[in-house]
């Protein structure tokens, strides 16, 4: 199975107490977690930039190097040869594009997610917390049709908090007693360090984490751990169903 123990990263630092851990929820990251939208957010700036008449380029690689990164940060570091003004500007055009372009061609889903969030809400409680816009989260749930996976979610454009203070805000009103925030950068990590959460890192995803954790190769590597584990702490004869193709 390709997952790999190092130590937890949060406030428990031993093999022992990871293997006693027993979550009763999952925090969700969106971005290199559950899809890869780059090359669809990537044709979104260009139309942009092309409806403010700005000559600037943009490619799925460009957007990959800054996922994960709040929004107001993304734009200066793509496109540090413009100025505040052209960034204002080709801003101004992109929500519009985005959501075109979200809604006519979504995004790439890593291979197993939708499946894999299904067994998963067989077992644990779902929740979401991502650094993107707001209207880029309703356009996600639209074209994937998967909110209702979800108890609850927020995001920067909804609250213009950090991810730590918006995973806490998950913790504190859904009353959650032992979660899990899993995404796939080292600012997810610090972010729920500073929650005082759990992290798991997915290593297909956009970075690498910064401390040692649990890391995954393939979502179904994580659903598989996660249910074995489940299934262990409830009953040697309870069956769970995994779909994750």
């Known amino acids: 199975m390709g997952y790999y123990y190092t130590s937890v990263a949060t406030t428990s630092n031993t093999k022992d107490d990871m293997q006693n851990y027993r979550p009763d929820s999952l925090i969700f990251d969106l971005d290199g977690t559950l899809w890869d939208p780059c090359k669809t957010v990537a044709e979104a700036e260009n139309r942009a930039a092309l409806r403010a008449k700005i000559e600037c380029h943009s490619t799925a690689e460009l957007v990959r190097s800054t996922c994960g990164l709040p929004e107001k ?7 540090p040869h413009l100025n505040e003004e052209q960034i204002h500007l080709i801003r101004s055009y992109f929500p519009e594009e985005l959501k075109e372009c979200l809604m006519q061609n979504g995004a ?5 997610v939708l499946n894999g969030l299904k067994s998963l809400k067989q077992e644990f409680q779902l929740f979401l917390v991502s650094n993107c816009g707001a209207e880029y989260l309703e356009c996600f ?3 994937s049709k998967c909110q209702h996976l979800f108890e609850d979610y927020e995001c920067f454009g909804r609250t213009g908090k950090p991810k730590s203070e918006n995973i806490r805000a998950i913790v504190d009103r859904n009353k959650l007693q032992s979660p899990i925030y ?8 610090k972010a729920s360090t500073a929650a005082g959460v759990v992290y798991f890192h997915m290593k297909y995803g956009f970075g690498k984490p910064e401390k040692q954790c ?7 590597d ?13 009953s040697p004869y ?8």
């Open 73 to 79: 940060d993304v734009w200066q570091l793509q496109f």
């Open 238 to 245: 309870r069956r769970v169903t995994v779909h994750c193709i």
């Open 108 to 112: 790439s889903f890593y291979p197993g």
């Open 182 to 189: 899993i995404g796939d950068t080292d600012g997810d990590q």
């Open 141 to 143: 749930f639209r074209w």
């Open 214 to 220: 649990m890391e995954f190769e393939t979502f179904k």
């Open 222 to 234: 994580l659903v598989e751990a996660l249910m074995i584990q489940e299934t262990k702490e409830t």
